[in-house]
């Protein structure tokens, strides 16, 4: 079947994986259109058929890599109960999985001033606040909105100083794990 038989869905699937695969080789400099068709072994047109353009690829490919994040925080904290161990432990897992995948932090910061990505941020924030909001409302904590926007700048905050760093900020975890703590 020629690439341009298949259905776009599965264009998309192949050449989202490719981008994955490229990332995880190299980063995000290795990301090209070219690239991208090349691993997936399609013609170097093949995105222009799945996709609008560059931007609404890499952002489809930063909603995957989003969602395998929050499906990685969900698995490892799906059967706790509300509590404070259990907002540290999401917070830690999701500090770490952007530690451990440094392209997808300059997918991000490459992406933050496009029209589609900084939807897409934006989106992916404010459901982060959200799901904070839940956790703390369970918590019985004051102002359980506000907090959890405070806390998603500061996580948010601590990925990219840790980004930066190439690295883990102990004090800037331990800063907010300790006012988690404090305001329980």
């Given at each position: ?10 264009l998309r699937t192949l050449l989202l994986d490719a981008g994955r695969r490229l990332l995880d ?77 440094p392209a997808l932090r300059r997918l991000v910061l490459s992406l933050a001033f496009t029209p ?63 006012y988690l703590e404090r305001a329980a």
């Amino acid at each position: 079947m020629t690439a341009s038989a298949k259905p776009t869905a599965s264009l998309r699937t192949l050449l989202l994986d490719a981008g994955r695969r490229l990332l995880d080789a190299g980063g995000a400099e290795d990301l090209t259109e070219a690239a991208v068709c090349a691993a997936a072994e399609l013609p170097a047109t093949t995105l222009r058929q799945a996709f609008d353009d560059w931007d609404d690829y890499r952002c489809a490919l930063l909603n995957d890599l989003f969602d395998e994040v929050r499906d990685r925080v969900t698995r490892i904290t799906d059967n706790m109960p509300p509590s404070v161990e259990r907002l540290k432990l999401a917070l830690e897992t999701y500090f770490e999985a952007n530690l451990g995948r440094p392209a997808l932090r300059r997918l991000v910061l490459s992406l933050a001033f496009t029209p589609c990505g900084a939807r897409l941020i934006q989106s992916r924030m404010t459901a982060f606040a959200v799901m904070m909001g839940i956790e703390l409302r369970a918590l019985h904590r004051p102002h359980p909105q506000a907090s959890a926007r405070l806390l998603t700048a500061a996580a948010a905050e601590i990925a990219l100083a840790e980004h930066e760093a190439g690295a883990r900020e102990p004090a800037l975890r331990d800063t907010l794990f300790r006012y988690l703590e404090r305001a329980a």
